[in-house]
């Protein structure tokens, strides 16, 4: 190991350390299950905002997402990025404030209970349901997260990609199973503040060894459809391959994601008071915007940086490894400059972290809280439900590294799977909750099941015939499962009077 490569290892280390301190910090802050997963309801404005963003950026936002922008150009990667910022501002205008309360109000502590106590499904299958959907997608997508930690170490140090994943994820599983909700969520704003330095280093260093920014976009133009919206670059011919109207659409629905994801949506609930809500949506949206900008452009500018000889080029997968090559060649420069990599490269683990800690809650939630206690009836004491949470997080970690074993998977194809999962299942039936006080249980579970089943049908069945169904499974997925709850909901019985009370009580108050 070079001597800049020990700085960077030791700047790394050293944010570990500071990382796995706020989970011990915090351990003696969880009195009972509601601290653990929803942190007490204590957020301020700038946590909420910051953890929010970077639990949902997750380690696509500063590999997967440079990643495509490298191969393919500016179309997909900037319509996905455009999708995603009108989804972050619309989840926050309408969103928020809505679940803060009407939770506040049922004294929900996860998404699955609230859809429970939100239709007072008193056998629990609602919320039996949604935590057998947040296992299933959770796992997925927290395995994408190591898979990223795999990538970084093992293409920067030459470690083997599983052993370098196995310890990532016990730092990540440390802090969070001691800390809860509280650690991740401040963990996630110190490491939004990591991310967003490591963007903006590598974005500079990066246009000044291209050459300039004029030599990245003449490096751009020389590539068929680059730089256009309406195309993505084929590398393989130097061609451009239309990018059309249905197309664009499919990847804009990235958006309707937000309205389902359990780990963007317990920030809210978290709030300790609804009215900075409007502080929290202004930071959060402007940070998006601003690192999905960055993080697309390091793509390109990674590109012109390959042209040129200051990296070698990226196929496939390696592509998202984009970041980490530029580091790597600023810790070359001297000991401050391997310095600053280190701080990058732990901005690829905060980012990662980030998100892996939100969803190991989330799906531990999902097993401990909603499933054995309010679905099968458990019962169980203050500190018998703490070792049972945490206990599952260490084991839904332990699933999800078995998923991340192969080293070339795409962070960018699970993540953007698992996204679509949540989105379906979710959204539909979070936005109903919210809006339509017609909407009932029974509407409500068949809008899971249609947007779940979807989800698996157009992937595997209906988008491998190409054409006009090679649409992002997300779109059709959804609009089947809104279909399914309105359907439903007007064909079956109206909710009781108290469900109705209890809603129109909530909407007084908002």
Known sequence: ????????????????????????????????????????????????????????????????????????????????????????????????????????????????????????????????????????????????????????????????????????????????????????????????????????????????????????????????????????????GNQSVDYGFITIVSTLAWGLGYFGMPHVLLRFMAIEERDKLVTSRRIATTWVIISLGIAILIGIIGNAMSSNGSIASLEGSGSETIIIQIANLLSSYGILPAIIAGVILAGILAATMSTSDSQLLAAASGVSQDLMNNCFKIKLNQKASMIVARSTVILISVVAVAFASNPDSSVFEIVSFAWAGFGACFGPVMLTALFWKRSNMQGAMAGMIAGGSMIFIWKYLVRPLGGAFNIYELLPAFIFALLAIVIVSLATKEPDETIMEEYKRVENII
């Open 1 to 236: 190991m070079t001597t800049n490569e020990i700085y960077i290892l030791l700047s790394i280390i050293v944010y570990l350390i500071f990382i796995v301190a706020i989970g011990i910090f915090y351990s003696k802050r969880n009195e009972d299950v509601s601290d653990f997963y929803l942190g007490g309801r204590k957020l301020g404005p700038f946590v909420t905002a910051m953890s929010a963003e970077a639990s949902d950026m997750s380690s696509w936002l500063l590999m997967g997402l440079p990643g495509v922008a490298y191969i393919s150009g500016l179309g997909e990667a900037a319509w996905t990025a455009i999708g995603l910022a009108i989804g972050t501002y619309l989840n926050w205008l309408l969103v928020a404030r809505r679940v803060r309360e009407y939770s506040h109000q049922v004294d929900a502590i996860t998404i699955p209970d609230f859809f429970n106590k939100r239709y007072h499904d008193k056998r629990r299958l609602l919320g039996g349901i949604a935590a057998v959907v947040i296992i299933i997608f959770f796992i997925p997508y927290t395995a994408s997260g190591f898979a990223a930690c795999g990538k970084l170490f093992s293409s920067l140090f030459g470690i083997d990609y599983f052993t370098a994943m196995l310890i990532s994820a016990a730092v990540i599983v440390a802090y969070t199973t001691l800390g809860g909700f509280l650690a991740a969520s401040t963990s996630d704003f110190i490491q939004s503040i990591v991310m967003t330095i490591a963007l903006v280093v590598v974005l500079v260093f990066g246009i000044k060894t291209a050459g300039g920014f004029d030599n990245v976009i003449e490096n751009s133009k020389e590539m068929a459809g680059y730089l256009s919206l309406g195309a993505v670059h084929d590398a393989a």
